[in-house]
């Protein structure tokens, strides 16, 4: 099994021209709020380059070759040219003598990946056309390779080889013993052959002595005052295939018609496939719709598209059909798409969770397609997503990610048949920072199910029958002063831990709540309501139960815990107006009061010498001096 040889074929299919908007699609990242590493993937993907396209005339022809280079700097020391195999001009320019070694070069190639074919590590390889060009800079004829670490669809499929400068042309020209010209001298004392960084320009008549960035502009308008080439901006970016040779994935309401293609009308929408028996690939590379003859013959005269879209063509635009997806005349009504898209921020959509996994496809091609949609005038924004979140990936309990072979994968339903719905969920979200990759631990889960233990016992006590009833301790009372700022200080920082997706820190601030209420000898029902209200988003189903059992008492509330308002902190009541002072005896600690942060020294020191604790231990004795720290310690020396 196995061994089949793949090969590539040239074959018709449809393309979006996202080339376009190459240069929005980098410059409209700025306003985007999201994390700089997913920026820069797409920066890198896309891949803009400044340089120039310089035209080599090939010798003994009217042809000429355009280059794209990033060096024009370098021009005097470009010795040969390389063209991909599969460039049209080959077949224009190969010497009769090379052309078997050019077409068993050629099949070779079409067996490669354009991965395995830009591998930098491996060895290089090329065979000679038989055709030279003559470099403008100095009217020197160089010789025309082909090679398939040149790729057809970057740049215009051929490239200047400076030997000296850049290092595939370096390890290019020593294998096939082509001519090395240093054109550029570093700096410092490192060698100049191999040396790929900005210099000083030498062996180049028309820019010696100038500097890299100097000569780069300098010979681009020399070249262009000749007619020789111009400044260019090139992209690694290249259009989109959009065709798939499959069967699922929606068929192209398109036609053809001697030769010429037609669109068809909005009436005929949506085209559906027709049912097969038999959707395997052809062997042949038409698509699997080619088998429904009776479907593809659309007329006398015309025949369907038998290529279908990719996945891409729904996942691009899905969250525009969330705002209005009962319209049946609009993908997204203009209404609609106003309301839930507004605001004063390039982004659509407020906040998008995703993977890494995603920067450079979906969300790429996201962005191009809101774009088109926003130029037609379908959509009010340029941008799909304004915020975007990247969570990190759980790994197993050996610090490995998850899978089959290393026996590590943890199964939900396990976990919840153990330990409960509201433990699975609440301990995903008690990890870690939601950006990390962290490792599960079933002793983690334990830890965070008895916390909602702890919760669900803070109000809830077992009768001598065995039966759990509503604690005695709950009251509808207003919170002490401790317990209304432990509360309000709860809100704050769980409101704040959600809005920064931080929270494991939220869990954190709830468990400290709990501990303040536990051994208390009043619960106020309204602290209750408040904190439920916070754990709800975290352990649905413990919330909801205990709202439940409060409400069978208390029922001044909303009947569903999910009607209940957000709790709002009062930022007053988190004011510190008391400080704990230390009362020490001969610099010895035996005691701690809290007093009013405004207490001045004389009242600290007649508060700490009528402490009944310190009372005791200086009876019959005579305080010599008090030593008062404020806002921090007393010492009292007798």
């Not at 509808?476 to 409101?495: C, G, R, S, W, Y």
């Not at 009372?615 to 310690?633: E, M, S």
Request: aromatic share 10%; proline share 6%.
């Amino acid at each position: 099994v196995g061994g089949f040889p793949v090969v590539r074929r040239p074959m018709r299919q449809w393309m979006l021209r996202i080339t376009a908007y190459a240069e929005r699609l980098l410059d409209e990242l700025d306003e985007l709020d999201w994390p700089e590493g997913i920026k820069l993937l797409q920066r890198n993907w896309i891949g803009r380059s400044e340089g120039a396209e310089i035209d080599f005339k090939i010798d003994k022809s009217d042809q000429e070759i355009r280059v794209f280079t990033t060096r024009p700097d370098t021009l005097y020391g470009g010795t040969f040219l390389v063209l991909a195999p599969e460039h049209s001009l080959v077949d224009l320019i190969v010497a009769e003598e090379q052309w078997p070694a050019v077409l068993e070069y050629r099949e070779r190639t079409a067996r490669k990946s354009e991965f395995e074919r830009a591998d930098l590590s491996k060895g290089k390889t090329g065979v000679f056309t038989g055709a030279y060009a003559i470099n403008p800079a100095n009217n020197e004829r160089i010789p025309i390779w082909i090679a398939d670490y040149v790729l057809v669809g970057y740049g215009t499929g051929a490239i200047g080889g400076v030997p000296a400068h850049d290092e595939r042309d370096l390890e290019f020209a020593k294998k096939f013993d082509l001519p090395i010209v240093v054109v550029v001298q570093p700096a410092g004392d490192e060698p100049a052959i191999g040396f790929t960084g900005e210099g000083i320009a030498v062996n180049s008549p028309i820019i010696d002595g100038l500097t890299s960035a100097e000569g780069k502009k300098k010979i681009t308008a020399w070249l262009e005052e000749r007619g020789l080439g111009k400044r260019a901006i090139n992209y690694k970016l290249r259009d989109w295939l959009f065709s798939r040779q499959r069967y699922w994935g929606e068929p192209f309401p398109i036609i053809w018609e001697n030769g010429k293609h037609h669109s068809l009308g909005e009436n005929e929408l949506p085209i559906v496939p027709p049912p097969l028996d038999d959707y395997k690939p052809t062997g042949t590379g038409e698509p699997p719709l080619a088998k429904a003859k009776e479907w593809v013959r659309y007329s006398n005269k015309a025949l369907r598209e038998t290529n279908t879209m990719p996945q891409w063509a729904g996942s691009c635009w899905y969250y525009l059909r969330f705002c209005d997806p009962h319209n049946d005349q609009r993908f997204v009504g203009k209404e609609a798409e106003r309301y839930w898209m507004s605001g004063p921020k390039p982004g659509s959509v407020d906040l998008y969770v995703g993977g890494t996994e995603h920067a450079v496809l979906h969300l790429l091609y996201a962005r191009f397609w809101h774009k088109v949609l926003f130029d037609l005038g379908y959509v009010s924004k340029p941008e799909p997503f304004q915020r975007l979140v990247n969570q990190g990936i759980i790994l197993g309990e050996d610090n490995q990610k998850m899978s089959k072979s290393r026996g590590n994968i943890v199964n939900p339903d396990d976990v919840i048949d153990q330990h409960g719905a509201d433990a699975f969920r609440c301990y995903e979200m008690f990890m870690g920072p939601l950006e990390q990759m962290k490792p599960w631990s079933m002793r983690g889960v334990e830890g965070v199910a008895r916390f909602l233990a702890r919760v669900w016992r803070l109000l809830m006590t077992e009768n001598q029958a065995g039966a759990w009833e509503l604690s005695g301790k709950v009251k509808n009372v207003e919170p002490d002063k401790a317990q209304q700022k432990m509360l309000h200080a709860t809100i704050k920082k769980v409101t704040q831990d959600i809005e920064s997706f931080s929270f494991n820190t939220a869990i954190s601030q709830m468990m400290i709540f709990v501990n303040a209420f536990t051994n208390v000898d009043t619960i106020p029902v309204s602290a209750m309501r408040s904190f439920l209200g916070l754990l709800n988003p975290f352990s649905p189903h413990i919330a909801s139960e205990l709202w439940e059992k409060l409400n069978a008492k208390f029922s001044d509330a909303p009947s569903d815990i999910t009607e209940q308002r957000w709790p709002i902190y009062d930022e007053r009541l988190l004011v510190e107006d008391e400080i704990e002072i230390v009362i020490q005896i001969n610099g010895k600690l035996r005691d701690r009061m809290k007093m009013p942060m405004l207490a001045t020294e004389e009242e600290l020191e007649s508060a700490a010498l009528s402490n009944p604790k310190i009372q005791d231990r200086i009876a019959g004795k005579t305080v010599r001096k008090v030593i008062v720290v404020p806002k921090k310690l007393i010492n009292i020396v007798v």
